[in-house]
């Protein structure tokens, strides 16, 4: 008996040293051997100054000389500050060897420059004799993130499911990049060429994410469907009212009819937010009719709504607040900068919150109308299928 005792002691020892041996396997496999990468890539590409043919130079000493407060007309202080800067030539392309000494002179909440350390990168430029800092060099930085994104999505993706994700990201990049090339080269109509755009991004990471599936399919044409209706009701609405309170003027940039550029923008970005909830809408009517297949329960049609319909509410308030909180991130540096400059609250609604404001609103309208139109059409599919199916039996 105590034998007995003994060997079933030293299995489960034996089982959990095991178990440590693959969580480690794991943690090291999952985890660490996607940032081991990422801190190689950076090492490398933070020595390829010779692919540069501007020189590119590391700065070895940065020393302040000088610090002192200033202020603006409305009391806004600040700390100025000079630096000198020893900074080592890296690949003398263009300029001699050995070392070069610099000033530079900016301000310590580094609005208008960039207060420099002993280590950082730079990019030179040698204008009228003299050299100037034109930038940081951020190459290493950038693609030690884009290393570890991959890594990461290849670790805890299936690998077949991971490269179709990156092609899809590639694919709709150089969509985005041709269409803006035909839209400089012919000025066609900006509205009709950018819902192409919009439509060949739904059909194109759809295709790739999900395959050339029914739920693919159903998926596209509710988000479509959705993201037509939503622009129908909000342009009916401002041509109803005359576009009162909304000031197109105020985007920046704009060489074009800047509300035709607005909603281009808008469209893009109401179309990722349909597509997420329409996605995981009709992802769980799947499941659910794959689930009521195994088990041979028969759901009717009303029951798929109901079941779609609170799917979606259980989307709305997390999307709806996850585009608000992107909404309030870029408007707060502006938000700042006008608050500190003097300006009233219902000037800042107007100058830097209005467009903002309408565009989180559009893709709020957008969600919502996504959750019955969704759950209406998948349910109709999927019984319509299954009733097919009992009547062909």
């Known amino acids: 008996m105590i034998c007995h005792k003994k060997i079933g002691l030293k299995f489960i020892v034996l089982v959990d040293e095991k178990r440590k041996v ?15 990468f990422a801190i190689v890539a950076f090492f490398l590409v933070s020595h390829d100054q010779f692919l540069y043919e501007a020189p590119v130079g590391k700065i070895t000493v940065a020393k302040t000389v000088s610090s002192h407060e200033v202020s603006d007309d409305f009391q806004n202080k600040d700390r100025q500050v000079t630096q000198e800067l020893s900074i080592k030539v890296l690949n003398a ?33 040698k204008i009228s ?38 092609l899809s990201l590639v694919l709709n990049l150089l969509y985005f990049v041709i269409v803006i090339a035909l839209n400089v080269e012919f000025n066609p109509p900006v509205i009709l060429l950018f819902g192409i ?16 599936t029914k739920q693919m399919l159903y998926t596209f044409i509710t988000t479509v469907l959705t993201t037509a209706l939503t622009f129908s ?24 009819n800047p509300s035709e550029f607005f909603f281009v923008g808008t469209m893009i970005s109401v179309l990722g937010a349909i597509m997420d909830g329409t996605g995981d809408i009709v992802a769980g009517l799947f499941g659910m009719a794959r689930q009521n297949k195994l088990n041979k329960i028969n759901m009717v049609r009303k029951d798929y709504i ?28 502006m938000t700042l900068l006008l608050l500190r400059n003097g300006n009233s609250w219902s000037y800042i609604a107007t100058v830097g919150l209005n467009l903002g404001l309408l565009q989180t609103i559009i893709s709020a309208i957008g969600i ?6 969704t759950a209406v059409f998948t349910s109709f ?12 039996l």
Not at 22 to 36: A, T
Not at 197 to 212: C, D, E, H, M, T
């Open 381 to 392: 599919a999927l019984t319509r299928n299954h009733q097919g199916k009992e009547s062909s």
């Open 93 to 125: 392309k263009g300029a001699e060897p050995g070392n070069l000494n610099l000033k530079n002179t900016t301000t310590l909440s580094q609005t208008t420059g960039q207060i420099y350390r002993v280590g950082q990168q730079v990019i030179l430029k």
């Open 233 to 256: 009701i909000v342009l009916f609405v401002l041509k109803m009212t005359g576009n009162s309170g909304i000031h197109f003027e105020y985007l920046d940039y704009v060489t074009q």
């Open 306 to 333: 109901k079941s779609g319909i609170s799917i979606g509410q259980e989307l709305i308030g997390t999307l709806t607040n996850v585009l608000f909180m992107i909404f309030m991130a870029e408007t707060l540096p």
């Open 368 to 373: 919502v109308l996504a959750v019955p139109i």
């Open 22 to 36: 693959m969580n480690i396997k794991w943690i090291f496999k999952k985890m660490l051997l996607p940032i081991i």
């Open 197 to 212: 755009l919009s439509v060949i991004f739904a059909a194109s990471s759809l295709l790739f994410v999900l395959g050339p």
């Open 129 to 166: 004799g003299n050299y100037q800092i034109v930038t940081l060099k951020r190459d290493a930085l950038i693609v030690g993130l884009l290393v570890l994104f991959i890594g990461f999505v290849i670790s805890f993706e299936r690998f077949r499911a991971s490269i179709f994700l990156f």
